[in-house]
Every structure is written in C-alpha cells, then in structure tokens.
C-alpha cells in the first residue's frame, strides 16, 4: 500500500511545548520505547499521592489537549490541585511524535502496556489509574481486553470504548469514503494547511466550506470534516477556538481506516487487511473481535457528552450494558454531561466547574459491595 511505504519518512514539526504553568511542580519528561519499539514520551507532574493517573489523548492531538493554555484551568492543573500524581502519555497517534503508519492493534499491543509498566518502574506502584479519551480510549480497552494491563485498577473512558457508534455523516464523510478515495500516495489527513499536499489540501478545503459551519476558521472546518463535530462552539473560549492548530495535527490514514472499520462493524476488531492477509495473520476470513469482558472486572466509569457528535452516547452505552451484563452491575457506572460535546469536556471554558469534578469523582469510584 502506497501510503504505508511513506509512513514513517515525514517528521511532523513540534507544535509547541509545555511551558510552565501556574501552580504545577517542574515537568519530568521519560522518553520510553514501545514493545515494537516506536519511541513514546510520559510527561508526570508530580502533584500528590492520589493516583498515579495516566491521561490518554485521543487521534491526530497529543497530550497538550490536558493541558490548554488557553483555560482558566485545565485538566492537569485541576488533578495536580487534587493531590494526583499525574501522567501524560504521548502514544505513537501523538502529533508531536514523528508521523507513521499503525493501527490501533499496534497502540493497543505494544504501547499501552510498555506507559503502565514505565510509570509503575518509576513510581514503585502497585497499580495505576487511567482517564482515557476517544481514539486512545478505544486502544487502551482493546489492550485491556487483550489481557496486557492487569496493572490498571480503575478506567475512566471518555465518548468510547468497545463499542462504535458513529453519525451516518461522519461514517460515510470522513471515516470510511475519505481513507477510501485518498488511498492516493497520501499518508495523512490534517486540519493545518499542510503545504507538502496543496491539491488535496485545497479540495479539502473547498468540501469542508460546503459543510454547514457555524464560524470562519478553515481549522475548525477541516476538523468537523475529518472526526465530525469535535465540540460544541458554544462551550469553548474564543482563545481556545482560535489557536486550535497547537492541538490537532496529522492523523495517518491507517488508523482513520481502522477506525472506520470498528465503526462499520460497530465495535472493536483487529485491523482487516482482507481475506486473504486476515487468514495469513488471524488463521481467520475476518479479523477478531475484542469482545472479551474477563479482563475487565475493575471499576470502570464511562462517560459521554449528551450532545457528541464524533461517538454518540450510545457507543458508551453499549459497552457499559455488555459488561454489566456480562460481570454484573458492582463494577461499572455510566454518566452523561448534560450539553456536552467530545473535546469539550477536557477543552471547555467551564470544563473545571462542570466536567473535572464529575471525571475526578469518577477517579474515586469503588465497586458496589455484591
Ligand atoms: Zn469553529
């Protein structure tokens, strides 16, 4: 495939950096390599004994959607003033990592269990939690599924996790005719005006300008055309609007594709490389499924925005009904953020009044006793 030979070869330049911030302890950074490999980077900041909590990003962002400058205060901020010893992880979907190839197998096998094992070395702790967004929620329950990350003790997802369901706009829009169509000799999609694809680029840009859009910036339009409505214009800051190009980056084709496949299939499989590659590698015509719930009898909270129109509620629903059906209720607890979007809750401009406190509450969730 053309555009997984070109994987790899382009560098994304560095968005930006953490700078320092209000009320948090100096940053350490940890450069780790995968179990294939793939170097990753955990950023901790220290702020207390709760936790330790690994906060994973989502596709085609990277761990600074924790942590805007733009917000009165953010998610890190809100947990280091907690008392959590907190812990960014850049996965290999990051866009402040070198671009490459993957699927969503790939983050799941290799780089989920190599960030838990890194943070329990340096910490000396048993256990550790996790708050989990979309792409990277979806990987880190496929890893957890897998049997790979007995060491987790409690999960907060955030939008999805096993289970995939998308609007009908973005499943034929961006996640399945997009990949499809641009199978060209192009390795990625970006929101930013890449100027190394200038012909798809403005094309892009000319489709995503007939989608119906509630502001001007081509930034903003790129993304609701690539992952549907990521946020709700009415819960973010204008700064925040204006300067979305320091969070959102490339996202390589491969995962968009794996991504549309789960969404067609509605929920999590492995990668399919066709027939015959799937009987090669599986021994299988079709790829297989993730839908193991043994591995998941821990506490685990799901949470979905009322109104998100990237995962609608429903996905969380799904998986919350299938475990709870599957190891009883004591472990599982599901909520709704009323008029919420998909980013919003961690990019809101009241996301520290209104979203924070219902994921750090989640963070303290206990199984019912039985
Ligand atoms: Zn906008």
Not at 239 to 255: P, V
Not at 269 to 277: A, E, K, T
Not at 281 to 288: C, E, N
Not at 304 to 325: C, I
Request: charged share 20%; aromatic share 10%.
């Amino acid at each position: 495939m053309a555009f997984e030979r070109r994987g790899g070869a382009a560098v994304l330049r560095v968005v930006s950096e953490y700078g320092t911030r209000d009320g948090l302890p100096v940053a350490e950074k940890y450069d780790f390599l995968a179990g294939d490999g793939v170097p990753l980077r955990l950023t901790r900041y220290a702020g207390g004994t709760k936790g330790p909590v690994l906060l994973v990003h989502g596709a085609g962002v990277w761990s600074g959607m924790f942590m805007l400058p733009t917000l009165k205060e953010n998610f890190v901020q809100y947990l280091v003033r907690h008392g959590y010893d907190t812990w960014l992880l850049d996965w290999r979907a990051s866009v402040q990592l070198p671009l490459r190839q993957f699927s969503l197998d790939d983050a799941a096998d290799y780089d989920m269990p190599a960030a838990v094992r890194r943070m329990r070395e340096i910490t000396g702790a048993e256990s550790v939690q996790a708050v989990v967004h979309c792409a990277g929620s979806a990987a880190f329950f496929m890893s957890l599924a897998a049997g790979h990350l007995p060491d987790v003790r409690s999960v907060v997802a955030s939008q999805v996790a096993l289970h995939h369901d998308v609007p009908k706009s973005t499943r034929f829009k961006a996640l399945l005719r997009v990949p499809e169509l641009l199978d060209l000799g192009l390795d990625s999609l970006t929101s930013d005006d890449a100027t190394s694809t200038p012909l798809f680029q403005a094309a892009f840009s000319k489709v995503s300008g007939l989608l119906r859009m509630e502001c001007d910036s081509p930034v903003c339009h790129r993304l609701s055309f690539m992952y549907g409505r990521l946020y709700r214009h009415s819960r973010l800051n204008r700064e925040t609007h204006s300067r979305l190009e320091e969070q959102f980056g490339r996202c390589n084709l491969m995962t968009f594709r794996h991504l549309g496949q789960m969404a067609r299939v509605g929920h999590a499989v492995r990668y399919d490389h066709g027939r015959v590659g799937n009987l090669l590698r599986y021994g299988q015509a079709r790829p297989p499924d993730y839908l193991d719930p043994a591995p998941f009898k821990r506490p685990i909270t799901f949470i979905s925005g009322e109104k998100n129109q990237t995962y609608l509620p429903s996905s969380t629903e799904r998986t919350f009904a299938w475990l709870r059906e599957a190891n009883g209720a004591r472990y599982y607890q599901r909520l709704v953020l009323p008029g919420c979007g998909h980013i919003d809750t961690f990019m809101g401009s009241t996301a520290s009044e209104d979203t924070y406190p219902v994921l750090r509450e989640a963070l303290e969730f206990q199984p019912r006793a039985s």
